[in-house]
């Protein structure tokens, strides 16, 4: 496999395969298990875990590679494989979540700023040593009438750009993730605020980005879908696809080889229909492709409900949504 940032991005985002978002925090899991009754332990989420990673169907051909928490990028099955090894041996590329979450923002109400770049080049050369290839940093945007402010986008830009130029420097491609959010509070704003929000934030990124020094070959951008709030969804599959390619073609450089999209609250068929629509759009200058955790996760999670009879059951949902969203990546998924 090539060591090139450019030729690991482009493995990431091509041929129809795309990324999956297992990267949840300790108390991010807790919630998802919470909704099946699970305690979160070490075990129980390597076994869950486990139970994806060896969905050996989805993993060779839907999935490009996994993004994994600390935890994960180091643990091993059940049968003492290191989770790496198996991601591996699947095909698939190992990465890893490096920032340490979004903290309230000093000064300013309703924000937050995202933490980790203190010994965050010291952190990626042990992940690369262990056997991790690109990396993500999640900035979180918040939208109402009010909100995002100027400067909570420049600070979160500017951490994304910063983030972005180490992990280039330890040969780790670098997954940057501006959302802005579809699933805050109070949820109400629609697609058109949605829009004007998204395009002024890759605005700022893409200059935060260029001053950094950080290569656009060897990135992959993360971002929301252009859509209507939680609390105010009424858009047609085909605006939410129209209006996300025009924001994103009047912002990211076609130098970026790929973009792979967050799910963010959306239901597992909205994701996929979403994607498929933006996917059919003639003439994109970039692979698109997902990165999705709860969009491939939800049904797998339910059908497992935390019981090892059930894990081929959750597999078999885990492959369905995989090859459903495959599909959307080549602009070819039907209802
Ligand atoms: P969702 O697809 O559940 O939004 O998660 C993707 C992700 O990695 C958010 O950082």
């Known amino acids: 496999m090539s060591e090139r940032l450019e030729d690991i991005a482009v493995q990431m985002v091509a041929g129809g395969r795309g990324l999956l978002a297992a990267d949840e925090s300790t108390s991010t899991i807790k919630k998802r298990f919470d909704t099946i009754n699970l305690e979160s332990t070490e075990t129980s989420r390597r076994d869950y875990r486990e139970m994806l990673f060896r969905s050996d169907e989805a993993m060779k051909k839907y999935i490009s590679g996994v993004i994994l928490y600390e935890e994960t990028l180091f643990q091993k099955a059940a049968d003492g494989t290191p989770f790496v090894d198996i991601i591996r041996a699947a095909g698939s590329i190992p990465g890893i979540k490096v920032d340490t979450g979004a903290k309230p923002m000093a000064k300013y109400p309703g924000e937050t700023i995202t933490e980790g770049l203190d010994g965050l080049g010291e952190r990626l050369a042990r992940y690369y040593e262990a056997g991790a290839r690109f990396a993500k940093w999640r900035g979180v945007i918040a939208i109402s009438s009010s909100l995002p402010t100027r400067g909570s986008v420049r600070a979160n830009a500017q951490a994304l750009a910063r983030y972005a ?7 780790i491609v670098p997954i940057v993730e501006p959302e802005c959010l579809m699933d805050g509070k109070p949820g109400d704003h629609n697609i058109d605020r949605c829009a004007e929000v998204t395009e002024s934030t890759l605005r700022i990124v893409f200059e935060e980005l260029a001053d950094a020094r950080v290569s656009l070959e060897g990135m992959i951008l993360k971002p929301n879908m252009v859509i209507d709030g939680k609390n105010a969804r009424k858009a047609s599959v085909a605006e939410v696809a129209e209006r996300t390619v025009q924001v994103l073609k009047r912002t990211v450089p076609s130098a970026v080889p790929g973009i792979a999209f ?25 692979f698109v492709t997902f990165s ?23 597999q078999r949902e885990f492959t369905h949504r995989a090859e459903m969203n495959s599909l959307a990546a080549k602009g070819s998924w039907k209802k």
């Open 165 to 171: 130029a180490l992990c280039q420097e330890a040969k």
């Open 262 to 286: 967050l799910s963010g609250g959306q239901s597992t068929e909205e994701a996929s229909a979403h994607l498929s629509a933006i996917n059919a759009t003639a003439d994109l200058p970039w």
């Open 292 to 314: 999705y955790g709860r969009a491939l996760q939800d049904s797998a999670l339910k059908a497992w409900n935390g019981k090892p009879e059930n894990v081929a059951a959750g």
